[in-house]
T-cell receptor
Framework: GAVVSQHPSRVICKSGTSVKIECRSLDFQATTMFWYRQFPKKSLMLMATSNEGSKATYEQGVEKDKFLINHASLTLSTLTVTSAHPEDSSFYIC??????????????FGPGTRLTVL | QQQVKQSPQSLIVQKGGISIINCAYENTAFDYFPWYQQFPGKGPALLIAIRPDVSEKKEGRFTISFNKSAKQFSLHIMDSQPGDSATYFCAASVISNFGNEKLTFGTGTRLTIIP
């Protein structure tokens, strides 16, 4: 079953409004979560690393004030797209590393959120 | 140096055939190489992963071949089925004491299995 959930799965909003997307790890704690953006038929572009208890780390070229990230608890990270514009329309996906035992974690991805800004 | 190059961009394979997707990396610090499968409108799902201490890993019909000296790794799907039609991404990351670091993704391969 799913180990990372996202809500909502789809959202349509008007230009200028803000949209919040939630990412939850379902049966494990995640001190780190990752937020990606994916354009149609393209690869995943890492936007930022969400850190529980500290500020998010943004990738080069990603506007911190535009994409607000809050890692509220060990199972929840939120991405808020502020003052959304049509060019922000995209598929947003989060991921969380889940301890797999042994030498490495396994990164699980959420089902994604389709944002459409009119 | 952080790039992961993936080929081909698209691939059509007949049902029952072998699908092969290749990736190459530059950063020698990478030590974790997963493959993800993504269906339209869904998030990527982990398929299989390998670390550089082995040259091959097999799980069911899926096999990763890893060539450390050439800095290349590939995914082989045996007995390809129409249900395998999806986009496949290779990725790489560095495992640190803090766990799994961020993934660097390849550009993706759209696989279509025809009857």
């Amino acid at each position: 079953g799913a180990v990372v959930s996202q809500h909502p799965s789809r959202v349509i909003c008007k230009s200028g409004t803000s949209v919040k997307i939630e990412c939850r790890s379902l049966d494990f704690q995640a001190t780190t979560m990752f937020w990606y953006r994916q354009f149609p038929k393209k690869s995943l572009m890492l936007m930022a690393t969400s850190n529980e208890g500290s500020k998010a780390t943004y990738e080069q070229g990603v506007e911190k004030d535009k994409f607000l990230i809050n890692h509220a608890s060990l199972t929840l990270s939120t991405l808020t797209v502020t003052s959304a514009h049509p060019e922000d329309s995209s598929f947003y996906i989060c991921s969380a590393p889940r301890p797999a035992g042994g030498y490495t974690d396994t990164q699980y991805f959420g089902p994604g959120t389709r944002l459409t800004v009119l | 140096q952080q790039q992961v190059k993936q080929s081909p961009q698209s691939l059509i394979v007949q049902k029952g055939g072998i699908s092969i997707i290749n990736c190459a990396y530059e950063n020698t610090a990478f030590d974790y190489f997963p493959w993800y499968q993504q269906f339209p409108g869904k998030g990527p799902a982990l398929l299989i992963a390998i670390r550089p201490d082995v040259s091959e890993k097999k799980e069911g019909r899926f096999t990763i071949s890893f060539n450390k000296s050439a800095k290349q790794f590939s995914l082989h799907i045996m007995d390809s089925q129409p249900g395998d039609s999806a986009t496949y991404f290779c990725a790489a990351s560095v495992i640190s004491n803090f766990g799994n670091e961020k993934l660097t993704f390849g550009t993706g391969t759209r696989l279509t299995i025809i009857p």
